[in-house]
Every structure is written in C-alpha cells, then in structure tokens.
C-alpha cells in the first residue's frame, strides 16, 4: 500500500474545426504547401489588424455549454509575449484574466465509481507556426500555415487522483467535442493535445506537492505510461528526502520516461496584458440562446437513451456512445434491421475488436451498418450459420461487400426448410440400417452420426438445428 497521493491536473488543447483561422481568412487545411495558407495577419505583419472569427466565439462558447461552465457575457483577449521563430508577431493572442468559459465539469467513471472532474476555464488562442529542421540542409525552416489556427484551451481543476482517471477524463472531453462536431479529436495529428501536471503528496495532507508538467503526449497510452513513471520517480525523490522541483518535463515514448525540459528559473514570464487591437468580447444573450439550442445530443444523454429504448445494460450502452461514429453506426445498423441487442453484441466483440486492431474509425469501416444488419439478419434467420457468419466476416470488413452476395458465391446458404431437409433425413435413416437397429436398442450416441451423414449428404449446408429436430422426430 503506497502512502502517497497522486494529484492530477491537465491542460488540453482542442483545435477547432472552422474553415479559416482564428484572426484571418486564411485556409486551415492540414497538408498544405507550406506557407501556402498565409497572410500579412497570420504572418504577424506590422500595421495589419485581427478580425475575431465569430465561428470561434461559438464553439468554445458551445463547448462551455456542454461542460455545464459558466459562459462570461464579456471576456477578454489577451497578449502572451514570447519569443520563438514559430511565432513571427512574438505574442500569442490568448486569454487571460477574462476567459470565455469558467467553473464547468466533466462527469467520469472510475474504478471507485462515478466521479466529477472540475473544469477551471476554457478560453481561445491561436496556434503558432511549425520550425522544421533539415540536418539534410543543414537549415532551419518556418511553416506559418498553422500560425493562427484557432483552439480552446480547457484547463482542469487538480481532481485526478492517477493515471486512469486522467485518461477517463480526457476520453470524456474528447468524446464531447466530437459529438459537437467542433474538433476531430485526432491525437497523433496534434488536434488534440494534453499537458499533465503532476504531483504527490503523502495521504493525509492537505497541501499539494510540487507539480511537474508533462508534455509530448500524442496517444492515450503515453498519457497513462508518463504519469505512471512520473509518480513513481517523484515518490523515489520523497522516499531518498529529496525534494521534487517545478518544471516542465519531455516524455520520450521510446524509453517510457521524463526528463527535464526546462526549470522553473527558465520559465518564461509572459507578461499577459490585454490586447489593444482587439475590443472585449462582448456576448449576447440571443446567441447564448440559439447555440444552446443547437446543443447535440451528447454522449451522456446518448448513453442513457440507448440503455432505456434498447434494452442495453448502462455499461454497454456506455461503450457504445462514446464515440459518437460507433454510436450512430450502431443505430443505423439498428434502424435497417432491428434486434439491438443482436446488433450491439456483433458490435462490442467483432466490431471493436477490428478498430482496435486497426486504430480505425467506425465512419471508415468499409463494412456498412446496413450490411453488417444484413449478416446479424442472415445469421438469426438461420440463412446462415453463426459460425459461417463470423467466418466471412473479416473478408466483409476488408472488402465492405454484400453479405448475401457472398454467402450465395461461397454456397454458405443453410438449407433449413424442414420438407427439403426431410428426404434426405429419410434416406440416411434408411442407408444405415444397423446403426438405427443400434440407436433404437439404445445406443443413443449414435445421434451425432447421423447428423454427421445427413451434414455430409447436403455438403454441410443443412441447418443444424432443423436436423436435430427433424431426427428428434423421426427417432422417437
Ligand atoms: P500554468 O499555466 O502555469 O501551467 P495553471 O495554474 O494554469 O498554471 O495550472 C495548470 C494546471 O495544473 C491546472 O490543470 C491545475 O489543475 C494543475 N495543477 C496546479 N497545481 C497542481 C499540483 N500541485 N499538482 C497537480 N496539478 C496541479
Ligand atoms: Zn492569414
Ligand atoms: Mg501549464
């Protein structure tokens, strides 16, 4: 039993997906020509002037919405100074003292039971540039095509107590902006990105311990496998009577470690002050209104509409809600066939299992959820069997092919129409004179041969379960 408390708090940055930039018309399109996307405002020209993308405004204001947070009527922009090459006008427009949402929360399960993740603030900014170093070259460059690419910061309350937790919660929050259809939520591409502070504490203490901030985490496992190390290396630095200092630490996913980036003597004063070139935000209410009013359903309320209207147990519903792509497949493939529960149980086993494997989206399945319906409703009529329906179903997720086209092509029909079935029940039974005299005189194992025959006689395409029947019948 350890005697420490790990505290967690993140910082996530959601790039939101408006067709142009947070401050000017350019392009936000990943894959570009670099610099293709760039004007004088993004390229931090002097005498130029940033226009307030009103598309922003209202999807971290939508975002605030769904996280039940506090929306400010007026907020403020703000200038964060820094120097880097990325960042051409050596500030970044943010927020600061006035943010646009504060005091929200995100609702999670963990081990211990539900839970409730507090949400500090989410406020916009903009995306810096991208430095791109060519040892081929030997020389630097500056792709500016990112510069100015709006985001929302949403920053958490320091409510995490491990490493599971924390991925619960940002699960969740990614799960929302998906659903809000404001964010793709691609972690490898850097649309969504998390900064973990990080500290311990011996049980019983009030006060918290020195933090350290973690960075350069792009999946979920490496979020779980730095905080991890992370609390094991601060807890060794306590236990040996050192103490743990504040800084900000790199985790390189190949060793599965941290290690110091930058001290807090190295750390950078920003000097936020408002920013002149643009007026305070001020909000209406009718707009308030109006984005409420366009709220989706999100994945809570899914989770719970999907356990009442189709039976499903709370956590399967809960599996199949949080990602918002598996949800509406789910009711798609629901909605041509019906048998939710039928539906769902392909989905939770064969389903995941493939976009586990594969990283995928259900949207990229080439299996359609009209063509998985289609197999569930082969196998429970009893077309074909359950086995020849997982047996093709591989090749039906690789080629995203008509169910009832290959199972005719592969002759995987089952016969199950008692009188075609009949006649050739009759002349196993009458084939086999010995083994009936055998059965009736009470060697009963013999069932199994005979379904045995009559599978081989109808090249395994009889129904199993109408032979047993059948010979149930006939044997009496
Ligand atoms: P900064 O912007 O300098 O990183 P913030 O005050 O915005 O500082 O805090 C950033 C994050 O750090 C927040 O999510 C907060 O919950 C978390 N945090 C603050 N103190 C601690 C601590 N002692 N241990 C873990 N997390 C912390
Ligand atoms: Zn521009
Ligand atoms: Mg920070």
């Known amino acids: 039993m350890t005697r420490y408390e790990t505290v967690i708090g993140l910082e996530v940055h959601a790039q939101l997906k408006t ?27 002097p005498g130029v002037l940033p226009v307030l993308n009103r598309k922003v405004v209202e999807y971290a204001a939508k975002m605030g919405l769904a996280i039940d947070s506090h929306i400010n009527m007026k907020s403020v922009f703000a200038r964060k100074n820094y120097f880097y090459p990325d ?81 619960a919660y940002l699960k969740a929050l990614r799960s929302i902006l998906v659903y809000l259809d404001i964010c793709d939520g691609n972690m490898e591409e850097g649309s969504f990105r998390c900064d973990a502070n990080v500290s311990v504490r011996p049980f019983g203490q009030e006060a918290f311990g020195t933090r350290a901030e973690l960075k350069n985490l792009n999946s979920f496992k490496h979020v779980q496998k730095a905080i991890d190390y992370e609390v094991e290396r601060q807890i060794d630095l306590v236990e040996d009577g050192e103490k743990v200092v504040q800084e900000t630490r790199l985790y390189d996913a190949a060793k599965g470690t941290t290690h110091s980036m930058r001290g807090k003597e190295e750390a950078h004063d920003y000097r936020y002050f408002p920013c002149p070139d643009l007026v305070p935000l001020v909000l209406e209410q009718a707009w308030l209104d109006q984005w409420r009013a366009e709220l989706p359903e999100l994945p809570k309320a899914r989770g719970q509409r ?53 990283g995928g989206r259900a949207a990229d399945l080439k299996l359609s959820p009209q063509s998985l319906a289609t197999l569930v409703r082969l196998v429970e009529e009893g077309s074909i069997s359950a086995k020849s329906g997982k047996d093709i179903l591989p090749e039906l997720l690789a080629t995203g092919d008509d169910p009832e086209a290959l199972v005719k092509a592969k002759g995987l029909v089952q016969i199950s129409d008692t009188s075609a079935l009949e006649a050739d029940v009759d002349a196993v039974l009458a084939e086999n004179p010995k083994e009936l005299a055998d059965f009736r005189a009470g060697k009963t194992k013999l069932m199994g041969f005979f379904v045995g025959q009559i599978m081989r006689r109808t090249k395994g395409q009889a129904n199993p379960a109408v032979v047993n029947q059948l010979l149930a019948e006939k044997l009496k």
Not at 20 to 41: D, H, L, M, R
Not at 320 to 344: H, N, S, W
């Open 19 to 45: 067709r142009s930039k947070i401050f000017c018309s350019c392009s936000t399109q990943f894959g570009a020509e670099p610099n293709e996307n760039v004007c004088p405002v993004c390229s931090g020209m």
């Open 87 to 167: 960042l051409p006008k050596g500030y970044q427009t943010s927020q600061f003292e006035l943010p646009i949402c504060e005091f929200g929360h995100v609702d999670i399960v963990t081990a211990k039971g539900p839970k409730r993740v507090g949400v500090t603030r989410i406020h916009m900014e903009e995306d810096a540039g991208k430095n791109i170093h060519s040892v081929q070259d030997n020389a630097s460059y500056v792709d500016l095509n990112r510069s100015c690419v709006p985001l929302i910061e949403i920053v958490s309350e320091p409510d995490m107590r491990n490493a599971e937790e924390a991925v």
């Open 306 to 358: 999907f356990a009442a209207q189709y039976g499903l147990s709370v956590d399967d519903a809960v599996l199949l809600t949080a990602e918002r792509d598996l949800a509406e497949y789910f009711e798609a493939a629901v909605g041509a066939y019906g048998e939710p529960k039928k539906i769902a149980n392909w989905i939770m086993t064969d389903i995941l299992r493939e976009l586990n494997q594969t």
